[in-house]
């Protein structure tokens, strides 16, 4: 095989292996593909705020704000977390907002252009785990829950 032919193979190669990498370059996940089923369940009586929910998530978020600028947040790592309102500050009649977010164990691996040009060996990328939230309201009326609406979003 002369010069030229083995130069034009070598560069059809090349310019191969450039196109392939930079078409490659996107978000991945691995692991096990999450149910439609909503991770949580909320359980609103009385003057507390509780949720049961799937098993398998961790690092959860809670939040709740409404009237008169209250707001109450609680963090715990193993189970849903549940707050007292009463605990938070003084309750005003009105409608009040939660949010539960929490992690599952589900990994979402993001990897950009530049780590798959130098072959994964940038150390930028990061494996994140795959988060569920569902948020709702209710209605306090004489410090005590009152569902407004049973519907609630799952995000």
């Known amino acids: 095989m002369g010069a030229r032919p083995r130069l034009a193979a070598v560069l059809a190669a090349s310019a191969f292996i450039v196109f392939s990498g930079s078409v490659s370059a996107q978000s991945f996940r691995s692991g096990p593909v999450e149910s439609a089923a909503p991770a949580f369940e909320p359980q609103l009586s009385g003057g507390r705020v509780a949720f049961n929910a799937v098993p398998g998530l961790s690092n959860y978020t809670l939040r709740v704000t409404g009237p008169g600028n209250y707001t109450a947040e609680r963090h715990s790592e193993r189970r849903a977390p549940s707050l007292r309102l009463a605990d938070y500050g003084e309750l005003e009649d009105g409608i009040y907002r939660w949010s539960l977010s929490a992690a599952t ?3 979402e691996r993001r990897v950009g252009a530049d780590e798959l040009a130098r ?9 994140l785990y795959v988060g569920r939230q569902m948020s709702g ?3 306090v009326r004489d410090g005590q829950i009152i569902p407004v609406d049973q519907s609630v979003t799952e995000e």
């Not at 072959?119 to 494996?127: I, L, P, Q, V």
Request: a positive charge; proline letters at 0%; zero cysteines.
């Open 105 to 107: 164990s589900q990994i």
């Open 119 to 127: 072959n994964g060996r940038s150390g930028t990328s990061a494996n």
């Open 137 to 139: 309201s209710f209605q």
